[in-house]
């Protein structure tokens, strides 16, 4: 089955303690993705990669990381995580770029406390 | 960036009714266009990919007006299973690669 799997889906840390989203993907898609989405501001992009080693930022990079070692995975880096980055993620996956379809993980909730 | 703009709602129909949302931006350079579901904090999931000569799936017709920079979609025949929240999409051009997230409009299809 064609799918977008992000872990761990729910996440309670506390305040500058690391952490690390993982996302994967098995349709051999170029492009990935991670967004953040809170109440009243919609979907909004942390980073993105175009393909392997290639990752620029998007609208909201501040405090993360990204990195693209292989084309299936993704993670998310969050090295000293801070309550502002309280929300709900997701990963996507499209097979080129922002203009074809996005595929969506299932979304990771974060809470940091 | 420029925005895209959604009428947040929520929209509040009955079963069998049609309903239309409108979706504005402002980048007069953008490229594509789609109307994605989510369903209550679920992941999007996309409806229809809106094409310059406008197109339907089924119960559902997405219109693009590049002149007046909108997209529209229309769903007729509501069921209770259209209560989602429907976001626009905006993906540019330009050598930009990351696409603009309307906030979303809520519908709710009532018995």
């Known amino acids: 089955e064609a799918q977008v799997t992000q872990n761990p889906r729910y996440l309670i840390t506390v305040t500058g303690k690391k952490l690390t989203v993982t996302c994967s993907q098995n349709m051999n898609h170029e492009y990935m993705s991670w967004y953040r989405q809170d109440p009243g501001l919609g979907l909004r992009q942390i980073y993105y990669s175009m393909n392997v080693e290639v990752t620029d930022k998007g609208d909201v990079p501040e405090g993360y990381k990204v990195s693209r070692k292989e084309k299936r995975n993704f993670p998310l880096i969050l090295e000293s995580p801070s309550p502002n980055q309280t929300s709900l993620y997701f990963c996507?996956?499209?097979?080129?770029?922002?203009?074809?379809?996005?595929?969506f993980g299932p979304g990771t909730r974060l809470t940091v406390l | 960036r420029k925005e895209v703009e959604q009428d947040p709602g929520p929209f509040n129909v009955p079963e069998g009714a049609t309903v239309a949302f409108n979706c504005t931006y402002s980048n007069s350079a953008s490229q594509s266009f789609f109307w994605y579901r989510q369903d209550c904090r679920k992941e999007p999931k996309l409806l229809m990919s809106?094409?310059?000569s406008g197109n339907e799936d089924g119960r559902f017709t997405a219109q693009l007006n590049r002149a007046s920079q909108y997209i529209s979609l229309l769903i007729r025949d509501s069921k209770l299973s259209d209560s989602a929240t429907y976001l626009c999409?905006?993906?540019?051009?330009?050598?930009?690669?990351?696409?603009?997230f309307g906030r979303g409009t809520s519908l709710i299809v009532h018995p």
């Open positions: 996507a996956s499209s097979l080129r770029g922002a203009t074809d379809t996005q595929y």
């Open positions: 999409v905006v993906a540019p051009g330009g050598g930009s690669y990351i696409p603009t």
């Open positions: 809106v094409y310059s």
